[in-house]
């Protein structure tokens, strides 16, 4: 290998400048310390083995810590694409970027295209051949299967998310500048272009789920009056149009959840993002809010299994957000939260007027009521009724395969052990329907056989 070569990725990775996080990104880091190691200012001589030997592991074991099975092309292209700076934050929102800013971020996407490019197979081979100069004959060998395995993984990976479209092999990156802008003016800059469900960490940071629910409408049967509602209001919100904050209420097990991830993966390639939001965090809803609001996208805040067991802090706080506190909610969010509770604070005989002892026994009552009230919408999810749950046992049934058009014995067996099911178990719901239909499908037998 070409001591230029190794001059001229050690240059673009120094070069870095709006994307310049890219820079110290760990997987970059782990490789400028082999390159520089292999520069000709770098460790000569036999003092280089050990040196290069633990540079050349480390990096390795970054890459496959980071984004196994990949090709480093694939992993830098990611890593632009899931990058937040000015270009990217600017494109997002008002596209507005000015000529210096594009000129710069056009020079790094050239330089990142150079550093995705190398080759770090011949790399390795390249280590492979010092190492077995300074007769570490076993080493040398491990070091060329690393480097043979890492070379299999090029041109092998998936065009997942757009990469390879965006940025295909024979291209220069700045080139492609302007097909990066429409990307993410779609889809989001950083981690927000890459997933479309969060978490919110308590340390104040959006946290990605990397492995969603992949749950689509086609995959739910019954309550579609239900979802209809949820689907109509979400894209009055997606639109720009006045939508409400819902609370979806009603008996456990009923597809609450699965409702509200249903319709944010259905829309998440028109911007909506989800970010579920753990109650012990409500407390945080102002810096919540204050986040989302300087971002382009959408935002459902999905707050699941919703319930108080006294008017707290954090149900004051929620309540001043839904309606009527200082600090108006941004535009670009909304709040869909799931409660098996109706009134969404826990209530006792001890609340109500005639027991209550207190001269204003019904202001406490109207305080534990405010809170539900200050939803635009509720929609109820109430149990279905034994033919209902049966019809949707049977929807899941077919969509698996488990059961065959025109099978009716078959079929007349599934009911009738639907219905054991559900008696013996946790009683009807669509949830107990997945519960069987898991059970059926892995193929044991029934408990009371």
């Known amino acids: 290998m070409k001591p230029e070569d190794l001059y001229q990725v050690l240059a673009d990775i120094k070069g870095l400048s709006?994307?310049?996080?890219?820079?110290?990104?760990?997987?970059?880091?782990?490789?400028?310390?082999?390159?520089?190691?292999?520069?000709?200012?770098?460790?000569?001589?036999?003092?280089l083995s050990p040196e290069i030997l633990r540079a050349w592991?480390?990096?390795?074991?970054?890459?496959?810590?980071?984004?196994?099975?990949?090709?480093?092309?694939?992993?830098?292209?990611?890593?632009?694409?899931?990058?937040?700076?000015?270009?990217?934050?600017?494109?997002?929102?008002?596209?507005?970027?000015?000529?210096?800013?594009?000129?710069?971020?056009?020079?790094?996407?050239?330089?990142?295209?150079?550093?995705?490019?190398?080759?770090?197979?011949?790399?390795?081979?390249?280590?492979?051949?010092?190492l077995r100069d300074a007769g570490l004959e076993d080493a040398a060998g491990d070091c060329e299967k690393t480097a043979r395995a890492l070379w299999m993984t090029e041109g092998a990976e998936k065009p997942g998310k757009g990469r390879v479209k965006i940025f295909p092999r024979d291209s220069d990156w700045g080139e492609v500048l302007p097909a990066l802008r429409d990307y993410i003016a779609s889809q989001g800059a950083g981690l927000l272009g890459q997933y479309h469900s969060f978490f919110w960490e308590t340390s104040g940071f959006l946290s990605p789920v990397r492995n969603p629910d992949p749950v689509e409408l086609s995959q739910l049967s019954g309550y579609e009056d239900q979802r209809a509602l949820v689907v109509s209001n979400t894209l009055c919100f997606i639109r720009g149009k006045p939508a409400n904050n819902l609370l979806l209420y009603g008996?456990?097990?009923?597809?609450?959840?699965?409702?509200?991830?249903?319709?944010?993966?259905?829309?998440?390639?028109?911007?909506?993002?989800?970010?579920?939001?753990?109650?012990?965090?409500?407390?945080?809803?102002?810096?919540?809010?204050?986040?989302?609001?300087?971002?382009?996208?959408?935002?459902?805040?999905?707050?699941?299994?919703?319930?108080?067991?006294?008017?707290?802090?954090?149900?004051t706080a929620l309540k001043a957000l839904l309606e009527g506190g200082a600090e108006a909610k941004p535009a670009n969010a909304v709040i869909?939260?799931?409660?098996?509770?109706?009134?969404?604070?826990?209530?006792?005989?001890?609340?109500?007027?005639?027991?209550?002892?207190?001269?204003?026994?019904?202001?406490?009552?109207?305080?534990?009521?405010?809170?539900?009230?200050?939803?635009?919408?509720?929609?109820?999810?109430?149990?279905?009724?034994?033919?209902?749950?049966?019809?949707?046992?049977?929807?899941?049934a077919e969509k698996r395969g488990l059961l065959k058009a025109g099978d009716e014995g078959a079929r007349k067996t599934f009911r009738e052990n639907a219905l054991l099911w559900e008696r013996w178990f946790n009683g009807r719901s669509p949830r107990t329907a997945v519960q069987y239909a898991d059970w059926v499908e892995g193929g044991e037998g029934f408990p009371w056989e």
Not at 19 to 47: I, N, R
Not at 112 to 122: M, S
Not at 375 to 389: N, R, W
Request: some cysteine; glycine content about 6%.
């Open 251 to 315: 008996d456990r097990g009923t597809g609450k959840s699965a409702t509200v991830k249903v319709v944010c993966n259905e829309f998440a390639s028109r911007g909506l993002r989800l970010l579920e939001l753990r109650k012990p965090d409500l407390f945080q809803l102002p810096a919540i809010l204050e986040t989302l609001a300087s971002r382009a996208l959408r935002f459902v805040i999905f707050i699941d299994d919703l319930s108080f067991e006294n008017t707290d802090d954090s149900f």
């Open 57 to 130: 592991a480390a990096f390795t074991g970054t890459f496959l810590s980071y984004n196994p099975g990949d090709s480093f092309y694939a992993a830098l292209a990611f890593l632009v694409l899931a990058d937040e700076n000015p270009f990217t934050l600017a494109a997002e929102g008002s596209g507005r970027e000015s000529p210096l800013l594009l000129a710069v971020a056009g020079a790094d996407l050239s330089r990142l295209g150079r550093i995705a490019r190398f080759d770090i197979a011949k790399l390795g081979f390249h280590i492979a051949d010092l």
């Open 18 to 47: 709006v994307f310049s996080k890219l820079g110290v990104h760990p997987l970059v880091k782990a490789l400028e310390k082999v390159l520089t190691l292999l520069s000709p200012e770098g460790t000569s001589g036999k003092e």
């Open 336 to 396: 869909y939260a799931t409660s098996n509770r109706r009134h969404l604070v826990k209530e006792r005989f001890s609340d109500r007027p005639a027991a209550a002892g207190e001269v204003r026994a019904f202001d406490t009552m109207q305080e534990q009521f405010s809170l539900a009230d200050r939803f635009g919408l509720t929609v109820i999810f109430t149990s279905p009724s034994q033919e209902e749950y049966l019809e949707i046992a049977c929807f899941i």
